[in-house]
């Protein structure tokens, strides 16, 4: 019987090793990423959804468009919001696209986008941003 009890109380003691374990071992942040990541490689982690944020103005017609995406899911449509001290019904006041990245496994990634009009066929004086990811 002792031996037991032994058994029950060390069983107790694993589980709750194990749980506090599990919630001091965080998960990575998400990193937030702006057009100036677009110059070198930026290193993200495995799994984690990381949000791009980029200066947009959907009032002109144009948004922010996925060209191509290597080892990512882009998830779409992107969230805009305005600066809350932008006067309500302002025409032309520029947003931001919360643009949401998840690298779906270890090694290269990269994004291609294009600022342009949807109606509008991809020309050379459409902005691009081309991003490069190493993902660990």
Do not use: C
Request: hydrophobic letters at 45%.
């Amino acid at each position: 019987m002792p031996h037991r009890m032994l058994f029950v109380a060390f069983a107790f003691a694993l589980a709750a090793s194990s749980a506090a374990n599990a919630a001091t071992a965080q998960e990575p942040a998400p990193i937030t990423l702006s057009a100036a990541n677009a110059v070198s490689p930026v290193s993200l982690p495995a799994g984690v959804t990381s949000v791009l944020r980029l200066e947009t103005n959907p009032s002109t017609g144009y948004a922010w468009q996925v060209a191509e995406a290597a080892n990512l899911r882009v998830d779409e449509p992107f969230e805009v919001t305005r600066d809350p001290a932008t006067p309500n019904g302002m025409v032309g006041a520029p947003e931001s696209a919360a643009i949401r990245i998840t690298p779906r496994g270890k090694g290269p990634a990269a994004l291609k986008l294009v600022y342009k009009q949807a109606w509008r066929d991809t020309t050379p004086d459409d902005r691009t941003l081309s991003f490069v990811f190493v993902v660990e």
